[in-house]
C-alpha cells in the first residue's frame, strides 16, 4: 500500500512539474513583480532545486499539513478538512442507493427472467451506464427544480445556515445522490441479476424447493445471500468511476465538497491543492479497495489470503 | 524446422474462413449488435455528411433570434447566441465520434503491449508492468485528466491521446488475464517447440486469438471515453469552442434551463443514445463471443 501511495504521489507531482509557466508569477501581481520580489519567490518556493528534491521537500509538506495554497494561502489539509463532509456524506449516500435499488431490481429481474419486467430492468441499466452524469444532473434540476419547485436546485443546505442539519440538508441531497449512485446502480443491477440467474440454476435450490421451502425463502434466504456477496468488490472497482463522477455533480449541483474544490484548483492553476486532492482521493480509492478485499474474506469464509 | 513453423498456422485456414461465416451469421442474429450498430453507423453518416445535412452553418449567429424556441425552421430551437442547435448537435457528432473512437484505439494498443509483455514474460516484467497498473488505477481518472488538460492544453489530437492513455491499466489487465489462460494452451507449447521467436508467438498466436476480448473491452470503452470527452467538454476543456461538442452545448445551455429546456435537452440526448448504442453492441459482441454466458447477460 506504502509503494502505491508513493507511486501515485509521483505520478501526480510528475504531471504537475512539467507545467509550462512559472509557479512564481503566478502568485506576484504582474505590475508589482520587481526582479527581487521573483528571485525571493523563487527561493521561497524552492523552484530552483532538482526536481526529486522538491518532490521529497513537497510530499514532506504535504503530510506534516504545512503546505498551502497558492491562492489562499490556508494550509491544504485545513481546506480539505473543510470540503471533505460533504463529499463522503455525498458518496456514502450514493453508494447505499446504488447497492439498495440496484439489488432490488437486479433480484426482480432474475426472478422473473425475460418478462417484460426484465427487459425495463435492462434498459433501466443500460441507460444508468451510458447516461453524461452532468446531463442527467441538469435535467433534473430542470424537472424537480425549476418547473415542480419539489427539491432545491443546487447547494447543500438553506441559506443562512451553516450548521450539519442532516433534516435540513436532505433535500439538497435528494438529486446529487440519484445522479451520483445511478452508474453503480446499474452495474449492481446487472450483477445481481446475473449471478442471482446463476444461483436459481444450483442443485441446491432444487433441493430447497423440493423440501418444500416457500419461494420467498428460496430466493432471499438461499439464492441471494450466495450471489450478493461478489458485490462487495464492485463497490471497491467502482470507486475511482466513482470521484470523478463526484467531481461533475458537485459542480452541477454547487456542493462544498472536494470535486468542486479540485475543480477550482485546477483553473486557478493552485498545485498544491490540486496535488493535494488527487493524492487524497487515491488514498482512498487505495483504502477502499483494501476494506472491500476484507470485506470480501470475512463475508466468504472459502476465500483466504496468504 | 524453420519450414514447418511456418506452414502450422496457415494448416489451419479453411477452418477459420468457415469460422468467420459463421461469425458473421451470429453477429447479424445478435438483437444488441444490430440495433445499436444501426445507430452507429447513422451517427457517423451524419457526422461525415454533417456539411450536407445540416441545414445551417454551426457557428452562424442570429442575435435577434436568441433562445428561440423549437419551430419548424429550427426543429431543436436556438441557443443563446442565435445558433441553431440541430446543426450544432450533427456538427457535434464528429467530435464525438471521432475522439471517442480514436482515444480507445490508443488505449487499445498500449493496453495490449502492456498486457501481452506482462502474460508472455511474466515475472520480473509482469510484475514492474502490474505495479505501474496499480498506480494508474488507483487515481481518479477524470481529476487527472482536468489537471492534464487544463496545464498542457486542448487540441484534439492532445484531447485524443490524453483519454486514450488514461484507461489503458483496465486494457491491459484483461488482456494480461486473457494471456495469462492462453500461455498454457498447447499451440502455444507448440510454437515454442518449433522454435518460434516469442515476437513472432506474441503476434501470430497470442494476439489473433485475444482478439474477441480485444474486441469486446474496445467497444465497451468507446461510451466511456465518448462521456469523458463530454464531460471535459462540458467544462470547458475540451476541443476549445466555438467548435460546437455535445457537452459544450449542454453546458451552454445550463444557465438558461427555466427559459430554454432545448439548449440543454437536445445535445445530452444525442449523447445518451450514442453512448447507448456503443454499450449494445459490446454487449451483444460479448454474448456472440462467450456464448456459455450469453443467458446471463
Known amino acids: ?306 | 524446422m524453420a519450414e514447418v513453423a511456418r506452414r502450422l498456422p496457415r494448416a489451419a485456414a479453411s477452418p477459420v474462413a468457415q469460422r468467420r461465416r459463421s461469425l458473421v451469421v451470429r453477429l447479424l442474429s445478435n438483437q444488441r449488435v444490430v440495433v445499436g450498430s444501426v445507430v452507429l453507423l447513422v451517427t457517423f453518416a451524419v457526422a461525415l455528411l454533417a456539411d450536407v445535412l445540416a441545414p445551417y452553418e454551426p457557428n452562424a449567429q442570429i442575435l435577434a433570434e436568441r433562445l428561440a424556441g423549437p419551430s419548424l425552421a429550427h426543429p431543436f430551437g436556438q441557443d443563446h447566441l442565435g445558433r441553431d442547435v440541430l446543426s450544432r448537435a450533427i456538427y457535434g457528432a464528429r467530435v464525438s465520434l471521432g475522439v471517442g473512437f480514436s482515444s480507445v484505439a490508443i488505449t487499445i494498443v498500449i493496453g495490449t503491449i502492456i498486457g501481452v509483455a506482462a502474460g508472455y514474460f511474466g515475472r520480473w516484467t509482469d510484475s514492474v508492468l502490474m505495479r505501474f497498473v496499480d498506480v494508474f488505477i488507483s487515481i481518479p481518472v477524470f481529476m487527472l485528466l482536468l489537471t492534464v488538460v487544463a496545464i498542457y492544453g486542448s487540441n484534439v489530437g492532445l484531447l485524443i491521446a490524453f483519454i486514450g492513455i488514461s484507461a489503458f491499466p483496465g486494457a491491459a489487465r484483461i488482456v494480461r488475464a486473457e494471456v495469462l489462460s492462453l500461455m498454457p494452451r498447447d499451440f502455444i507449447l507448440a510454437a515454442r517447440v518449433v522454435g518460434a521467436s516469442p515476437l513472432r508467438i506474441m503476434a501470430r498466436h497470442l494476439v489473433p486469438n485475444l482478439m474477441p476480448v480485444i474486441i469486446v473491452s474496445a467497444t465497451l470503452r468507446v461510451g466511456a471515453a465518448i462521456l469523458t470527452e463530454a464531460g471535459l467538454s462540458y467544462f470547458g476543456l475540451g476541443v476549445p469552442p466555438p467548435a460546437p461538442t455535445w457537452g459544450g452545448m449542454v453546458a451552454d445551455g445550463r444557465t438558461f434551463l427555466d427559459v430554454a429546456w432545448w439548449v440543454s435537452t437536445f445535445p445530452g440526448l444525442a449523447l445518451l443514445v450514442v453512448v447507448i448504442a456503443t454499450n449494445l453492441v459490446g454487449d451483444g459482441l460479448r454474448d456472440v463471443f462467450d456464448p456459455r454466458r450469453a443467458h446471463l447477460t
Open chain 1, 1 to 306: 500500500m506504502i509503494p502505491l501511495v508513493i507511486g501515485v504521489s509521483a505520478l501526480s507531482y510528475a504531471v504537475i512539474i512539467f507545467a509550462p509557466g512559472d509557479p512564481a508569477t503566478l502568485l506576484v501581481d504582474r505590475e508589482q513583480m520587481t526582479a527581487e520580489t521573483y528571485t525571493a519567490m523563487r527561493i521561497e518556493l524552492g523552484l530552483d532545486d532538482p526536481a526529486p528534491v522538491r518532490y521529497v521537500k513537497t510530499m514532506r509538506s504535504l503530510f506534516t499539513g504545512e503546505l498551502r495554497s497558492f491562492r489562499t494561502k490556508q494550509r491544504v489539509v485545513d481546506t480539505i478538512a473543510e470540503r471533505a463532509p460533504a463529499t463522503l456524506t455525498l458518496g456514502v449516500l450514493a453508494i447505499i442507493f446504488g447497492l439498495v435499488f440496484g439489488t432490488l431490481i437486479g433480484v426482480a429481474q432474475a426472478t422473473r427472467p425475460y418478462s417484460r419486467l426484465d427487459d425495463l430492468g435492462t434498459i433501466l441499466s443500460l441507460t444508468g451506464f451510458s447516461i453524461p452524469h452532468f446531463w442527467f444532473a441538469l435535467m433534473l434540476i430542470m424537472l424537480f427544480g425549476v418547473r415542480l419547485h419539489w427539491l432545491p436546485p443546487s447547494g447543500i443546505r438553506p441559506i443562512g445556515s451553516s450548521d450539519w442539519n442532516p433534516i435540513a440538508m436532505a433535500p439538497y441531497l435528494v438529486m446529487p445522490t440519484i445522479v451520483l449512485g445511478t452508474g453503480l446502480l446499474a452495474y449492481v443491477a446487472r450483477f445481481v441479476r446475473s449471478s442471482m440467474l446463476e444461483a436459481l440454476g444450483q442443485d441446491y435450490i432444487r433441493t430447497a424447493r423440493a423440501k418444500g421451502l416457500r419461494e420467498r425463502i428460496v430466493v432471499l434466504r438461499h439464492a441471494l445471500r450466495n450471489s450478493l456477496l461478489p458485490v462487495i468488490t464492485i463497490v471497491g472497482f467502482i470507486l475511482p468511476l466513482l470521484i470523478g463522477g463526484a467531481v461533475i455533480v458537485e459542480n452541477v449541483f454547487a456542493l462544498p465538497g472536494m470535486g468542486r474544490l479540485a475543480v477550482d484548483a485546477v483553473f486557478a492553476r493552485d498545485y498544491p491543492v490540486i496535488l493535494t486532492v488527487t493524492i487524497f482521493s487515491a488514498i482512498a480509492v487505495i483504502i477502499g479497495n483494501l476494506i472491500s478485499d476484507i470485506l470480501y474474506a470475512v463475508a466468504d469464509p472459502r476465500i483466504r489470503y496468504g
